[in-house]
């Protein structure tokens, strides 16, 4: 099936622990995004990558470091976790640089304990 | 700064009604406007994308309009089915299209 897929779906980790989630899309589309969906649910970007360049870069703490091995990846690694980082985090994609509606992985439930 | 706002925050109609859930939007310099539905834990699907030099858009029972000059979007449900229970959110996009700015979304729920 084509689509964008993340892994893994649930992450339940200690507090100060660092932990990477992965994201996959065999779209064809040359940008990638992560979100951050807290707990009231409001969505907000976190990161945007085009063709492997970094374009999106929303004030997010250096903890959490975006990495695109190529176009079709777009992993993110967390250092140091704290509470505050309980969410739940999409990858998305999309082609010609938003031209063309975002597509959404299912999301991957982070707690922190 | 782009603030997207909903209205209203949640809905509850019976089967069979139209309806209209609105968007407004602070920043009028948008690329374009999106709408998503999102099922409880699933990402979002986008249901229209509305071009900035567009007015509106249309999909099967939904419509989509867009008026920059006010900030303002509607998203129009014709004959609503049990099945379209969901949160609908719009996300204006400004940076070339890029960086979207989320609502936080209206939860609409019909009922049979």
């Known amino acids: 099936d084509t689509a964008v897929s993340q892994t893994p779906k649930y992450l339940v980790t200690q507090m100060g622990n660092d932990k990477s989630i992965k994201c996959e899309q065999n779209?064809?589309?040359?940008?990638m995004y992560w979100y951050k969906q807290d707990s009231k649910k409001f969505l907000k970007i976190m990161f945007s990558?085009?063709?492997?360049?970094?374009?999106i870069n929303e004030t997010v703490p250096n903890r959490f470091s975006p990495k695109s091995p190529d176009k079709a990846h777009l992993n993110l690694h967390i250092n140091s976790l704290e509470l505050g980082d309980s969410a739940v985090y999409f990858c998305?994609?999309?082609?010609?640089?938003?031209?063309?509606?975002?597509?959404f992985g299912d999301g991957t439930r982070l707690s922190i304990l | 700064k782009q603030e997207v706002t909903q209205i209203p925050a949640a809905l509850s109609v019976p089967e069979g009604e139209n309806l209209v859930l609105n968007c407004s939007f602070t920043?009028?310099?948008?690329?374009?406007l999106q709408w998503f539905r999102q099922d409880p834990g699933k990402g979002l699907t986008s249901l229209l994308l509305?071009?900035?030099?567009?007015r509106e858009q249309t999909s099967g029972r939904l419509n989509a309009s867009l008026d920059k000059s006010s900030g303002r979007s509607t998203l129009y449900i014709a004959a609503s089915q049990p099945g379209d229970s969901a949160t609908y959110l719009c996300?204006?996009?400004?940076?070339?299209?890029?960086?979207?700015?989320f609502g936080t979304g209206t939860q609409l729920k019909v009922e049979l």
């Open positions: 998305a994609s999309s082609l010609r640089q938003g031209e063309k509606p975002q597509h």
């Open positions: 779209l064809g589309h040359d940008t």
């Open positions: 990558y085009n063709n492997k360049e970094l374009i």
């Open positions: 920043d009028s310099a948008i690329y374009n």
């Open positions: 509305i071009q900035s030099s567009q």
């Open positions: 996300a204006a996009s400004t940076g070339g299209g890029n960086k979207l700015t």
